[in-house]
């Protein structure tokens, strides 16, 4: 229910006049009051940051669809001056819908923002202008918060080097900024990427000053409290208030609370009640993969310490030490694994033991670090506390480069199915026999628990053993398909474009094929040389192991690539083969065909089943290029094809009536991009023997998954769940 209702808003934000008209996003646009509810995040002279619609004009409404409205959230961005959290912003907002996930588990705006309350992206027009001292909100902003949060960063710009600098920044005021991007990064792929967002361990880690202060003043129960409340409040204020800060600082209230009172704190039963009123009074803030990572983790550590705590209280000190240490980080790993395989589909088997050595090198350096920043009257302690959380820093930084070899030993986790969840809650059952210390069950509960937990991976998986898959991905405005073939081998036709630091294949492809546990490539094939098709091939060579290149026109192979992997194959090549599955070259001009343009000298690639042709990739060909194909002939159908991805993006210069009516296709796919500058597609309706065939678009219908079984008729599942209803794939047309 929820996947129909997420479809039909944000199809909804996107307009398209007929099946086989370009499409646009539709844009709602007027004058309005914003109030910034975060602190925003700055890049160069651009800045972006939620928002609340205050007040607003007419937006109007668009074929009967509701746009925005006074109240709803914004991801807002705009160009000049940051405005501070709280503050109002008035200017001209043109705002659309957030865009959905390309790839079925990638990354989705829509949910992302949905998360955090927010409906709407939109971009201020013009330079927009901030209102002051209006009401007590923006008045406190501008003179408490942002001045304290500005003198916090200057502390740490003046104790510490840059990196460290953006590093504690990012730790203790949830900054980001581009440079920390990059600098996450290196660690993320550790499984030490939460160390960067401000979340219990770091709400934790700056009361835990506070106590510690507290404590050397002899304050009482009371005097804790009201000043750990007060701390706490104001700390989530000037972190900007995730929901991962607000669920640590109500347990540590509460805590304090419940010990003020002289009862027992039940961390569960705490957790359990911010969840029923995270749910009764912002329902949507259950959606936001931080706060539901942050609970889990939360849940996995409570639940953990309960089990173990008791048996490590008979042991050495430091047999207590490393067994608290180990169940608080195999307690939040486990707590958080559901969301984890859901959000980022992905984890480190080592994850436990390098958490086990960061996270004390880590609170320790941010203890002092805060520490620093308190004592900085004091310059030569604080100049010898800061240089001691510095050199921790940069011994965790050597620690994580010096492991980065082993970053590709991630294993891929798929969205998690009913199977998965029946596993997970198995494997937690046998751990807790196992842990439970019971001489007889220990063995028995160790081999459950391994067993159901090592078996989630393979769970969920898109690709199914023994079938053969084409996969077309929505990359936007260009083109990339995988053919995994029954043995799970793969080969990869295109590459989509490439962006400074990453692109459809790093954000969208490569993720979606670890999930499904392939992580090398059988072959790459390189249909032409525009970036659009070849421009991520760095990428992909740099991300994953390919056995063979095979090239068309003017393309080049990566320069690292050994010569023996690359090949120019010729029409009649048989590139690969997998049973009875294989992967013919029925088209390919070559860089010598200097009478060509580059897009008819497209490298077209036929998916056969025992000699049949299933499947027809044949990347930018256009009118002449089709001719020469149909000339040759290397491969003459004798009954329709089932799939025919449209050459050039969908355009009236390629899909000729004669190339149609040769091959038959019962599904056409289209790969192009929501509101591209070509206006693809621009075909129109495309027909074969006089029928109208079905057609599929990667702008509007998503990542497109077609299977086969034992060269049965396929099966075809989209991303997008879009009206009209689907038709037979074995049907000629409508």
């Known amino acids: 229910g929820s996947r129909a209702r997420d479809a039909r808003a944000v199809s909804q934000g996107i307009v398209c006049e007929d099946p086989w008209a370009p499409s646009r996003r539709r844009m709602w646009r007027t004058g309005t009051c914003l109030r910034i509810t975060a602190w925003p995040r700055v890049s160069g002279t651009q800045w972006r940051a939620p928002a609340m619609l205050v007040a607003a004009g007419d937006f109007g409404s668009d074929a009967g669809v509701v746009g925005p409205r006074v109240g709803d959230g914004v991801m807002v961005s705009g160009e000049g001056p940051p405005p501070h959290m709280w503050q109002l912003v008035l200017g001209d907002l043109a705002c659309h819908v957030p865009r959905r996930a390309a790839v079925p588990g990638s990354f989705s705006s829509f949910r992302f923002l949905r998360g955090r309350g927010l409906a709407w992206e939109g971009r201020l027009i013009h330079p927009a202008s901030v209102v002051t001292g209006v009401d007590p909100l923006t008045h406190a902003s501008a003179t408490l918060l942002a001045p304290l949060r500005q003198a916090v960063i200057g ?4 104790l510490f080097p840059p990196d460290e600098s953006l590093l504690l920044r990012s730790v203790l005021l949830g900054e980001r900024c581009d440079e920390m991007r990059l600098l996450r990064s290196s660690y993320a792929v550790l499984g030490l990427g939460h160390l960067f967002a401000v979340s ?12 510690l ?20 409040a104001g700390y989530v204020l000037l972190v900007g208030m995730p929901g991962s800060a607000l669920r640590a600082a109500a347990l540590l209230i509460t805590a304090a609370l419940s010990n003020w009172a002289g009862r027992r704190h039940d961390g569960l039963r705490t957790l359990g009640l911010l969840v029923w009123a995270w749910a009764v009074f912002a329902p949507p803030a259950l959606s936001d993969a931080g706060l539901r990572l942050s609970l889990g983790a939360a849940a996995g550590i409570v639940v953990m310490l309960r089990v173990v705590t008791p048996r490590l ?23 958080a694994l559901p969301e984890t395989a859901r959000s980022f589909g992905w984890l480190h088997p080592m994850a436990t033991s390098f958490n086990l050595a960061a996270v004390p090198l880590f609170g320790g350096a941010v203890w002092l670090a805060a520490g620093a920043i308190l004592l900085s009257p004091v310059a030569w302690l604080a100049g010898a506390l800061s240089a001691v959380s510095w050199l921790m820093l940069r011994l965790l930084s050597a620690g994580t480069v010096g492991s980065s070899s082993l970053a590709e030993a991630r294993l891929g986790l798929p969205a998690w199915d009913h199977r998965a969840a029946v596993l997970y809650v198995a494997g937690l059952a046998g751990l807790g026999l196992l842990l439970s210390g019971r001489q007889r069950r220990t063995r028995l509960a160790g081999a459950l628990a391994a067993t159901c937990l090592l078996a989630i991976p393979f769970c969920g998986r898109t690709l199914c053993d023994g079938e053969m898959t084409a996969i077309q991905f929505d990359v936007g405005q260009g083109d990339c398909a995988a053919l995994v073939f029954p043995d799970r081998s793969a080969v990869l036709v295109d590459t989509g474009e490439a962006w400074r630091d990453t692109g459809p294949f790093l954000r969208d492809v490569r993720p979606w094929l670890r999930r499904e546990g392939i992580d090398s490539l059988a072959g790459a094939v390189l249909t032409h040389h525009h970036a659009d098709h070849d421009g991520a091939c760095d990428q992909l060579h740099a991300a994953m192991d390919v056995k063979a290149w095979w090239l068309g026109g003017r393309t080049t192979a990566p320069a690292p690539v050994a010569r023996d992997r690359v090949s120019h194959p010729v029409p009649g090549d048989t590139l690969y083969h997998v049973g009875d599955w294989a992967l013919v070259c029925i088209a390919t001009a070559g860089p010598d065909a200097q009478e060509l343009e580059e897009n008819d000298r497209s490298l077209a690639v036929a998916l056969c089943w025992r000699g049949g042709v299933r499947g027809l990739w044949t990347g930018d060909l256009e009118r ?49 991009g929501l509101e591209n500058r070509h206006r693809h597609p621009s075909h129109g309706p495309f027909t074969a023997g006089g029928d109208t065939l079905r057609g599929l678009r990667t702008d509007l219908d998503g990542t497109i998954i077609i299977r086969w079984r034992d060269g049965g008729p396929p099966r075809i599942r989209t991303g997008v769940d879009r009206r009209p209803p689907r038709l037979d794939t074995r049907g000629t047309g409508t």
């Open 624 to 672: 002449a290029g089709e001719r020469t194909l149909l000339a040759a002939a290397p491969l003459t159908p004798s009954a329709p094809i089932d799939v025919l991805k449209a050459g050039h993006h969908g355009s009236r210069t390629s899909s000729t009536p004669a190339f149609l009516d040769a091959f038959r296709p019962a599904t056409v796919l289209i790969s192009c």
């Open 200 to 211: 219990g361990l770091h709400v934790g880690l700056v009361a835990g000053i506070l106590l």
């Open 155 to 158: 502390r740490l710009d003046r």
């Open 213 to 232: 202060l507290l404590r050397f003043m002899r304050a009482g129960f009371r005097g804790r409290f009201v000043s750990l409340t007060l701390f706490l």
């Open 313 to 335: 209280d008979r042991g050495r000190r430091i047999r207590h030490w490393l067994g608290n240490a180990l169940a608080v980080s195999l307690g939040a790993q486990l707590g």
